[in-house]
């Protein structure tokens, strides 16, 4: 509020704004203004209480039977489901943040009741079997309740978990080694959730709550383009045929690759703008960058060049759809690249002083290049969707 | 009520609903099969307490540990009366409710390369707890006892661990 104030003193003296102007923002932002002390100070008070029932109890942990235990924990959880369901649509619409808080904290009070119920009954899971079936009892409530960033995140991470801790649990517990159809099995899973990305964006353009179902679409395709290029960085490492089976055989990388180029088509029909298509075109990128990894892998040239190709790549997509900060981004990574290309290339240039010359000069033009590129041809501010 | 109303209920009742079938059905499950008392000592005894469980090795009577890890047994046999166990002999695979292996247990990990589900299990306690049993596993003149259930079908679960005082030449020999 101060701040805002002094602003506005200092523009109405410039002459920026008129008197009448300046008091019609202070009227907008005095009913907009959020007491945050107070349900900062509401906030500290209840996770005191929180952490002292916790504290209480497990002090006693011994002294209370297991029973009882179960039974205060589901006691909670009826708690939360009752203020969900009773309070949940009125705090949904004027306070969407504590409504994402409350469903988090609901969520996450039943992921802790499968692992209290392990310690009560002496049992132990895989845990990605914990984590689906946790997905399939409040996967519903997040998916069609959650409003934004911190429901779309934790449906996210929680499939992303389970798909690799399925693919670990596959790969341990399989009795034949560099098996294909395994391979295809753990590559499928793992590929999976970029799937997400044409879901969130199909269902964004239908449903009300179309900040969640972007931020969903959106950290999928991080995953996606995070695995691609973590890919395209090993392959620069290692031959991949030298490592035993696992996701990266030729078979695992082409069920990643057909999951990233139909995943991307998906997009890219469900969504026909330029938006839609430079979207669809990051995701089969990704996929193509997956089966290139396989034959290229084991030289650092050809695993640079991927990496870099990836990411050219996705800055002409930001381009033609309009993203400043992800051509930016792009950018940036792409000269990241090639300077390691460069020592990776000559790794006598550290040896001598005029070799350090020369890589110092290197990286200054390197840089120097990626900055003016990003601003002249960075698409302006706002202008994508 | 209003229709919102109604499914907002029921998204958040199906939550409460699972949770609550899967607690019924984990305790039905813990009541199957009978009960045995089996001779452990502590496993691994730089490490006892990992956050709050305590692992331990089984002591099979008949079968040494260094069998059941170099030949990969998984599935054993045990004999004697509940919760008493006499012997206990390798099971042929899919011995499974023979007459001649009417109490077959089997690795909860089997097919693993060298499964470990019949070599070592643990027990979750709180801090306090795990802290006591740790000395106690660590102390030669106690017998430590695992009662585990183990169920029809040859799933074994560790539930508690007992001691009693071992017999004085066993001590000594020790």
């Known amino acids: ?385 | 009520m209003s229709r919102p109303a109604w499914r907002v209920l029921a998204l958040v009742a199906w939550p409460l609903l699972g949770l609550a079938g899967l607690w019924g059905w984990t305790e039905l499950r813990s009541r199957e099969g009978t009960e045995w008392l089996v001779p452990v000592s502590g496993y691994d005894p730089r490490d006892l307490l990992r956050g709050h469980y305590v692992q331990f090795q089984y002591d099979w009577p008949g079968v040494g540990s260094g069998r059941l890890e170099s030949d990969g047994i998984g599935e054993l046999c045990l004999h004697g009366r509940a919760p008493k166990i006499d012997s206990v002999t390798p099971a042929p695979t899919g011995a499974e409710r023979t007459p001649e292996c009417t109490n077959y247990a089997r690795a909860d990990d089997l097919g693993n390369y060298v499964p470990t589900g019949l070599l070592r299990g643990r027990v979750y306690v709180s801090q306090d707890e795990g802290r006591k049993l740790e000395k106690q596993l660590a102390d030669p003149r106690l017998q430590a006892m695992v009662r585990v259930r183990l169920r029809p079908d040859g799933h074994l679960t560790p539930l508690a661990l007992s001691f009693r005082p071992r017999p004085a030449e066993a001590a000594t020999g020790e």
């Not at chain 1, 509401?42 to 039977?65: H, K, Q």
Request: net charge positive; aromatic share 10%.
């Open chain 1, 1 to 385: 509020m101060a701040m805002s104030e002094r602003k506005l003193v200092a523009w109405q003296g410039a002459g920026l704004i008129d008197a009448a102007t300046a008091e019609r923002i202070r009227a907008w932002e005095a009913e907009r203004s959020h007491p945050l002390g107070l349900w900062a100070v509401v906030g500290i008070a209840a996770l005191a209480i929180g952490l002292g029932l916790v504290s209480v109890v497990a002090a006693n942990w011994d002294a209370v039977p297991g029973i009882v235990r179960l039974a205060l924990h589901f006691a909670l959880l009826a708690v939360a489901a009752a203020l969900l369901w009773l309070k949940g649509p009125v705090l949904a619409q004027n306070r969407p943040w504590l409504h994402e808080a409350a469903q988090f904290v609901f969520a996450l009070l039943g992921l802790t009741f499968f692992g209290h119920l392990g310690q009560v009954y002496q049992t132990s899971s895989p845990l990605w079997q914990l984590v689906l079936m946790w997905l399939m009892l409040f996967g519903p409530l997040l998916a069609s309740r959650g409003l934004g960033t911190l429901t779309a995140a934790t449906l996210v991470v929680a499939l992303v978990f389970t798909a690799w801790n399925y693919a670990v649990w596959l790969d341990r517990f399989s009795e034949s080694e560099g098996n294909a159809l395994l391979s295809v099995h753990m590559a499928a899973a793992t590929a999976a959730p970029v799937l997400l990305v044409p879901l969130g964006t199909w269902m964004s353009q239908r449903s009300d709550r179309q900040a969640f179902w972007r931020r969903l679409g959106q950290f999928a395709l991080v995953y996606g383009v995070g695995g691609a290029s973590l890919l395209a960085i090993a392959c620069a490492v290692d031959e991949f045929d030298r490592l035993d089976g696992g996701v990266l055989t030729a078979a695992g990388l082409a069920t990643q690759a057909v999951v990233g180029l139909v995943a991307g088509l998906l997009v890219a029909l469900v969504r026909p703008t330029p938006a839609g298509r430079a979207t669809g075109s990051i995701l089969a990128g990704a996929g193509v960058v997956a089966i290139l990894a396989y034959p290229l892998s084991g030289s650092s040239l050809a695993g640079g060049l991927l990496f870099m190709a990836l990411w050219a790549g996705i800055a002409v997509a930001s381009l033609l759809a309009g993203w400043r900060w992800m051509f930016q981004l792009a950018v940036g990574l792409v000269a990241v690249r090639l300077i390691v290309l460069s020592f990776e290339l000559a790794s006598d240039l550290l040896a001598s002083g005029a070799g350090l010359i020369a890589s110092g000069f290197l990286i200054l033009g390197i840089v120097w290049l990626a900055l003016r590129v990003a601003r002249r041809f960075a698409p302006e501010k706002g202008a994508g969707s």
